[in-house]
């Protein structure tokens, strides 16, 4: 097998220097001539009416230079289920929406002038909870949404505030449980995670004299954000630009426009003014997205050797005041049913549903995280009805390579098995599970995940690349794909060095900017490597195969003779019959005038037959063992160690991964233990990092990652997702190590003192 | 928030007649909670007096009786690398330890921790509760989880100090002055309740300000432990905690005092669990009947009960610690 100089290696990230050395430009590093500061005014009530809104005492404020308000904007519906306006214009649905915004010479005088807006709303009843908002007779958050009906214990009624029903029905469920060995159902429940990224959301908005807008966003999606913010400002999405300059983290919660994008833009647009708007970390608890609070009941049947029959999931999710992505975030946990173990015969019913409450949307882990929560949960329940190992009934129903779901998806690789073997003996599973002190346990759980996503905004998913050879003999890639933090520009590199044969080091990369670089969808779906890597390579490859094409003549050699490696143009066979990529550069630029630009695009195949949930090809997989340590006079839980393997196809990088999974890890680990934004009324109790707690490198766990590599034949070089997946089994890991510790299930995220407390002391009666 | 003046003062007689001279004027030391209720709009005071300024307070001495003396705005983080109290007092190091993160170590003071006013979220946030002139508590019926289980009344915040109840269980007190006279305080009188006037949680007036905080010598081989339940291991407030200084005699308790932070309105004394324990051998059992009196009386509301709990594990493991210590 022939070696790689680029992949496969641990190539320290291309913008890491940068980074360390605070050199990197974020957006609110962005500074322009003539700058404005602008604020953003928002609702108190939960729910209201806006009767009027009055900035006539804030335009006069010295230093104020462009107010607006919902009547100032074309007040258009936008997102993916369009319901939702940039600012509100006649209502507000939850506390934080956007009704005004500022723009000044500076903060302390936009502030001001906030102060100094005055709105009157009559109050509307709201509604909180998703169960209360499903009654009939529950305030509408959305007035005019009809009541639908929905299925409740067999029996069909009518609910309000629904704003999305997914329900599916594979094979035959009832007849599979009647013929079980055994059947259990349960309920979990999960709790609203934020992002917590560190750098907050923003935009730096110009539009010049020509009507032209000009935006650096934290965003994950620049292309995307250009349609949205094209509509609601009522332009054309050609007359925008977006910049995404560094991003200091997203995890799913820069996907969409926020009003910081907007407001900038049309503040900027009014004033004649650069305007740069940054949110406050309140703003980002209270007026960003979070994770959906989602309860899931499982009902699920076994034959007495551990064999899954049927398994049932029905789920009310808390989409909060608009529906921003969770239709699809339920759908893919809808996914979830068949996905990971054989499961012949499964239903799904699933409600979104409208609440007064802040608005949730995407999150590392797309509502799969949830529903394998609550499924990986219950494996290890059913393993202990049955007196099976939990790491066994997972091996036994694990789903392998060639095969096709219930739920429809075409495996095209999967190590699965092998990951689940990998972590058992990495843990020492069988010897420590048996031999650890009191109160230690080790708990398994598996994912899978996809590496691109379903249509999105009717598009298929879809990338594409430039591939530029410089005079130098140095490369210029152009992507439009948006590396966030993850290090997709590092991994790009990687393909693009590797396909043509150079150091990675001589690849220089523009991305994420739509007026340079090719159309991209964003960074989601853990998508990035499989699709965007795919049209690098096909880019990397065109470009290589042009310069073959003139640097023959030079070699006296036929183009398909050619090899290119290690920064090197030479015939095969005879290495001495070469240049190098700089010498060949000079040749068919300065003696041809020819330019080398190649040029790739990679579409997912959208197979739109009956799958439960169309996302294409390839699938990644993991499983994770965690071993967790329970005082249980305090209820505290220490996570000592994870053990993670997962099945990433090839690991272009596997410094990549593995941050990738010691970040899913944390994360998940404070999801599982801590992370929980409180709300009384709508209003978050918790809006600070203070009172908010995600863990802190003194909670961080040691993590051992290793790649499981299955070479997807779809993939580059074989490689897959593996971002989000990654976290997606910690959560599940924790609560079943948990149990395994102290005798304790807790099914309601975040496991706290407090409930493992409760659950200890409870005595058997109660 | 308001546009404040900021003053220097040079003296202590300088920072006390600006206090009396400017109704509106609030002393600032670190700044670390001022700051953060000014910019909340739950402080807005006209004239910020800086008492950093001033010679001689930051000092960390004993007296000729062998008291230490703290100067008040000593920063936590010198105070819990002093050289003396690592010796005699590790208590105050431990209970520093665990308080805030060490960045605020560096800025917050002595006086400004004892005299910082309550987290409850409803108070912070945006919530008319009672402390803010509103008509109840809203965290008794609403999210109780944070709130106290002992003396609750129109306010159920519990005081968040880590160094307070340290300080408690070694028996200090604080000097004050105003303009007219200069009284000595044991802190075991100077924390109260909230009130809608008063919402810190000391009975300091307006215009007095905390120049010394004395801690009496502790008797020979007597020990102290800080001990404190948190969500994660830094930058977080106690749910709860437990300050305990133990002295011994041969096998036998002298003198015990058991202080629990994060479960009222005032460092809380275990009075009853101390009694149970002085004058006796600590065994195993008679530890276990020490921590399950030190909750007596505990009220807890609809989301705190694990504070019982926790206190009593914290009590429990304190003394086992201490006693097994002071074997070796
Ligand atoms: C993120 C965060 C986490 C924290 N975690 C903890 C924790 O875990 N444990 C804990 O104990 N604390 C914690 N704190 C609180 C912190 O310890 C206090 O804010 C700090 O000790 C206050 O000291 P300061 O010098 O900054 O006071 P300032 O903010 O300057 O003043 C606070 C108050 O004290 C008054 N004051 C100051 N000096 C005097 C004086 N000499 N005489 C009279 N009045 C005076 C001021 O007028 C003001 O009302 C935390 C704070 C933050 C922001
Ligand atoms: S505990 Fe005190 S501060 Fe908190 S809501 Fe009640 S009255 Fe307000």
């Known amino acids: 097998m022939k070696s790689h100089s680029s992949i496969g290696r641990r190539v320290p990230r291309v913008d890491g220097l940068q980074l360390v050395t605070g050199g990197a430009l974020y957006t609110a590093d962005v500074a322009l001539p003539r700058m404005l500061h602008g604020r953003i005014l928002r609702s108190p009530h939960a729910h209201a009416r806006v009767l009027c809104v009055d900035a006539e005492r804030a335009k006069r404020v010295r230093g104020v230079m462009a107010v607006i308000t919902g009547k100032d904007t074309a007040g258009r519906l936008f997102g993916i289920f369009p319901d939702e306006r940039a600012v509100a214009v006649d209502r507000v649905r939850y506390i934080g929406e956007a009704v005004a915004a500022v723009a000044a010479l500076d903060d302390d005088i936009a502030e001001e002038a906030l102060s100094l807006i005055s709105v009157e709303y009559e109050p509307l009843p709201a509604v909180f909870d998703p169960s209360e908002a499903m009654r009939l007779g529950a305030p509408l958050v959305h007035e005019g949404l009809a009541p639908i009906h929905i299925k409740e214990g067999g029996e069909s009624k009518l609910a309000s505030n629904v704003s999305f029903v997914n329900e599916f029905h594979v094979g035959d469920v009832e007849r599979a449980f009647a013929e079980a060995d055994h059947v259990r159902e349960d309920t979990f429940t999960t709790s609203a995670q934020c992002h917590c990224a560190l750098e907050p959301h923003g935009a730096v908005a110009d539009f010049d004299a020509g009507g032209k807008l000009t935006l650096w966003s934290s965003t994950q999606g620049p292309f995307l954000l250009a349609r949205d913010l094209a509509f609601t400002l009522d332009m054309s999405p050609s007359d925008i630009r977006i910049i995404k300059p560094r991003v200091g983290g997203a995890f799913g919660g820069k996907r969409e426009m926020m009003a910081s994008d907007f407001c900038a833009a049309l503040l900027s647009r009014r004033a004649h003014r650069p305007v740069k708007i940054i949110y406050t970390r309140e703003e980002e608890f209270m007026a960003t997205r979070a994770r959906h609070p989602m309860t899931l009941q499982v009902k699920t049947g076994v034959r007495r050797d551990g064999t899954l029959v049927a398994q049932e999931m029905t789920i009310i999710a808390d989409g909060g005041a608009y529906s921003s992505r969770g239709p699809v975030i339920l759908k893919y946990a809808g996914g979830q049913l068949g996905s990971l173990y054989r499961v012949p015969n499964i239903k799904f019913a699933g409600y979104h549903v409208y609440t007064n409450n802040p608005v949730s949307g995407s999150f590392r882990g797309f509502g799969m995280l949830q529903a394998r929560f609550a499924i990986e949960s219950q494996m290890d329940l059913l393993a202990e009805d049955l007196g099976i190992d939990p790491a066994e009934i997972r091996l036994k129903n694990a789903v392998r390579a060639g095969e096709v779901t219930s739920g429809g998806r075409r495996v095209t690789s999967c190590g699965l098995s092998e990951c689940i073997e990998k972590v058992v003996e990495a843990s020492g599973w069988r010897d420590r599970r048996v031999n650890l002190p009191p109160n230690h346990g080790l708990g398994i759980a598996c994912n899978d995940y996809v590496s691109s996503g379903a249509r999105s905004q009717g598009f298929i998913d879809s990338s594409a690349a430039y591939v530029r050879l410089q005079d130098d003999g140095t490369v210029v890639l152009f992507v439009g794909a948006a590396d966030i933090g993850q290090g997709s520009d590092t991994t790009l590199c990687q393909i693009a060095a590797e396909e043509l044969g150079v150091p990675v080091a001589s690849i220089r990369i523009v991305s994420a900017d739509t007026e340079l670089a090719p159309r991209d969808m964003g960074t989601y779906a853990s998508r990035i490597t499989f699709v965007a890597g795919n049209a690098v390579k096909l880019a990397a490859a065109d470009a290589r195969r042009q310069l073959f094409q003139v640097a023959a003549d030079c070699l006296e050699a036929r183009p398909e003779d050619l090899e290119a490696r290690d920064g090197r143009v030479f015939v095969k066979g005879s290495p001495d019959r070469g240049l190098s990529f700089q010498e060949a550069a000079v040749y068919v630029m300065k003696e041809r005038g020819v330019h080398v630009q190649g040029r790739g695009g990679f579409a997912a195949k959208v197979e739109d037959g009956d799958a439960v949930l169309s996302v294409p090809p390839p699938y990644s997989f993991g499983a994770q063992v965690a071993e967790v340590e329970v005082d249980t006079e305090t209820g505290q839980v220490k996570v000592r160690r994870f053990v993670a393997a997962h099945d990433c196809g090839f690991a272009i990088n596997p410094m990549g991964l593995e941050g990738q999974v010691e970040g899913s890890v944390v994360c998940g680990m404070g999801h599982a233990l801590v992370e929980n934004r409180l709300l009384d009324e709508g209003r978050v109790l918790n809006p600070s990092l203070l009172d908010y707690k995600i863990p802190t490198s003194l909670e961080a766990p040691y993590v051992a990652a290793s790649a499981i590599e299955t070479k997807d034949p779809e993939g580059p070089f074989g490689a897959k997702g593996v971002s989000e997946g990654a976290q997606v089994p910690v959560a599940p890991a924790i609560a079943n190590a948990i149990y395994d510790a102290i005798g304790v299930r807790i099914n309601d995220l975040p496991i706290t003192p407090e409930k493992i407390l409760k659950a200890l002391h409870r005595s058997p009666k109660d | ?328």
């Open chain 2, 1 to 328: 928030m308001r546009p404040f003046e900021h003053v220097d003062a040079t003296s202590v007689s300088d920072a006390i007649a600006l206090l009396k001279a400017e109704p509106d004027g609030t002393i600032i030391a670190g700044g670390t909670d001022l700051l953060d209720l000014m910019k909340d709009g739950l402080a807005s005071p006209r004239v910020l007096i800086n008492v950093k300024t001033i010679d001689g307070l930051d000092r960390i001495e004993a007296d000729a009786a062998g008291h230490l003396i703290i100067g008040p705005i000593t920063t936590l983080a010198r105070l819990a690398e002093d050289a003396r109290v690592r010796q005699d007092f590790l208590l105050l190091s431990e209970a520093i330890s665990v308080t805030a993160s060490p960045q605020l170590r560096n800025m917050a003071t002595v006086a400004g921790n004892v005299c910082q006013r309550p987290r409850c979220w409803y108070y912070r946030g945006t919530f008319d509760c009672f402390l803010k002139g509103g008509n109840s508590c809203l965290a008794v019926g609403g999210r109780s989880r944070d709130s106290g289980i002992f003396g609750a009344a129109e306010c159920a915040a519990v005081n968040p100090s880590d160094l307070a109840p340290a300080l408690l269980a070694l028996g200090a007190s604080v000097v004050i002055e105003n303009a007219k006279r200069r009284r000595e305080v044991p802190l075991e009188s100077f924390f109260t309740a909230p009130q809608k006037d008063r919402p810190g949680f000391t009975v300091l007036g307006r215009d007095e300000m905390i120049v010394e905080v004395k801690v009496p010598k502790q008797p020979v081989g007597s020990r102290g432990i800080y001990l404190k339940a948190m969500e994660r291991k830094t930058w977080s407030f106690a749910q709860a905690s437990a300050a305990i200084q133990l002295s011994r005699a041969e096998a036998r308790v002298t003198d015990v005092r058991i202080i629990l932070g994060g479960v009222a309105p005032v460092p809380w004394r275990a009075s009853a669990a101390e009694d149970v324990l002085r004058g006796k051998v600590p065994t195993g059992e008679l530890i276990e009947r020490v921590a399950a009196t030190a909750t007596d009386g505990a009220h807890p509301l609809g989301q705190n009960g694990y504070k019982v709990k926790l206190a009593k594990a914290l009590v429990k493991r304190g003394l086992a610690m201490l006693v097994d210590n002071s074997r070796s």
